[in-house]
């Protein structure tokens, strides 16, 4: 099992920064994929960045050259550095951490419990 705790949430005006961070523990297999994702009630969960264990990074269109992601495999863990923040941005944000033991099992998919980040106009 894998247990992930994300850090970092708040309130911040538009135009400010967060930085979220998310560490996990357990079962933790050395390629696996880490995520950040967000959710606004009503809405399905969309992917903000993601980020392989070989340092390969994608970003939603949404949130291009405002946030960055890293990741410190020797702690297990996964940041969001957030710039520039708009209202739109107002969500709970998920850590979420993908492997797969073998090739011929479907891959294990882990959240955390979530982190409230609210930007006010």
């Known amino acids: 099992q894998v247990q992930l705790v994300e850090s970092g949430g708040g309130l911040v005006q538009a135009g400010g920064s967060l930085r979220l961070s998310c560490v996990a523990s357990g079962n933790i297999l050395r390629s696996n994929v880490m995520a950040w994702y967000r959710q606004v009630p009503g809405k399905q969960r969309e992917l903000v960045a993601v980020m392989t264990s070989g340092g390969d990074s994608n970003y939603a269109d949404s949130v291009k050259g405002r946030f960055t992601i890293s990741r410190d495999s020797a702690k297990n863990s996964v940041d969001l550095q957030m710039n520039s923040l708009k209202p739109e941005d107002t969500a709970v944000y998920h850590c979420?951490?993908?492997?797969?033991?073998?090739?011929?099992?479907?891959?294990?998919?882990?959240w955390g419990q979530g982190t409230q980040v609210t930007v006010s106009s």
């Open positions: 979420n951490l993908n492997q797969q033991i073998a090739p011929w099992n479907k891959p294990d998919s882990y």
